[in-house]
């Protein structure tokens, strides 16, 4: 695999060549630009990985380059690093509202300039070379409610501890990415004494070690990662931290189940684009088939495939009025995956913390979650097989 190639941008050839030897000597390939109108004529025939740019330049400046590789189509997710003296707090918003990924003030150390690179290129898979790279394995899982009270948080819960206890060796974790009210911690009895939170100041440097020294382990053997402590601290963890989570999790676990919030916001939206399947959990009433009709047609307007997408029907058993004929309408004339209703027993489990699959394995819907992880982990396999 080539190494990943880096245009460094700056009219000053001092500034360049610091810059180029430090890449260089870390195994990157260095184009050089000494101005923005240079740089975008070599974007034009040849895009590189990363794009590092000073911003006081001739002509255009710094932030305007970054504003016009992000109207490009082709280059809007080029990754971009702001390397400037200009070092005030006005400067940096700048930076940030021009596009840039990361603002680093000169002088700047060296090996920090490395590690903020290498962890841009990983956040976006291209840096394997360096790091004797890993393919990305891990398949991502979100569990998606139509509604509150269809039981997403608890078919997350019991669906990430099915998947290991198919197999002690597997790797499974599960992320609260209900990032004002999750309940994961209540589920599992688990106090919050790590949080994605704790990952917030680090979301430049993101890597495995860290994800997995905030990542508490249940006795299941699922390694949990909890959502913020309290609500207020839900805007800390943007969509851009979301995206490199999932990245480092799918790197170091065979099956990242997320159970998701019900909010179409970007934290949502990066977990729904990064899943391999997105379980679509519904009960038979009349809200959760309303939202769940203008799920599938959103989805589609994103794009996604419909095999991505596997309508989960949660409380079977429970008349409610609605039959699985209308339900099959709503979705489309797809058969969902069957949950079982569990009874008072589910809601006793959850109550105390302790999923349904553990305290009762015999339980229907413990079963049928069962049964759900079985077809999951099917499924993984074909799409391995053909991709290979």
Known sequence: MAEPMILVVDDSPTGRSLVRSALERAGFEVREAVDADEALALLDSEIPDLVITDVMMPKVDGYELVRRIRKNPALSGLPVIVLTAKGELADKVAGFEAGADDY?????????????????LARRGTAAALHGGVPRLGHVVAVFGCKGGVGTTTVAVNLAIALVDKNADREVALIDADLSFG??????????????????????????????????????????????????????????????????????????????????????????????????????????????????????????????????????????????????????????????????????????????????????????????????????????????
Request: net charge negative; glycine share 6%.
């Open 104 to 120: 680093l003030v000169k002088p700047v150390e060296l090996e920090e300039l490395l590690l903020r690179v290498r962890a841009l």
């Open 183 to 388: 309940d994961l911690a209540l589920h599992l009895n688990m106090p919050p004494v790590h949080t994605i939170s704790d990952l917030v100041s680090y979301q430049a440097d993101l890597d495995e070690s860290l994800v997995a020294q905030v990542m508490e382990e249940h006795s299941s053997g699922i390694k949990v990662l909890l959502g913020p402590p309290r609500p207020e601290r839900a805007e800390e963890v943007t969509s851009a931290l979301m995206g490199s989570v999932l990245d480092v999790t799918a790197r170091c676990f065979d099956y990242i189940v997320v159970d998701t919030q019900r909010v179409y916001n970007s934290s949502t939206l990066v977990v729904l684009d990064r899943a391999d399947v997105i379980l679509l959990v519904l009960t038979a009433d009349i809200g959760a088939l309303r939202n769940a009709s203008l799920f599938l047609t959103l989805a589609d307007s994103l794009g996604y495939p419909q095999s991505k997408i596997v309508p989960v029907i949660n409380g079977v058993g429970v008349e409610m009025g609605i039959g699985m004929r209308d339900v099959r309408r709503v979705l489309g004339g797809r058969d969902p995956v069957a949950i079982d209703a569990g009874g008072l027993d589910v809601a006793k489990s959850a109550n105390v913390g302790e999923p349904i699959i553990l305290s009762n394995p015999r339980n229907k819907m413990a079963r049928a979650v069962k049964h759900l992880a079985d077809f999951l982990m099917k499924r993984a396999a074909e799409e391995a097989e053909s991709a290979g």
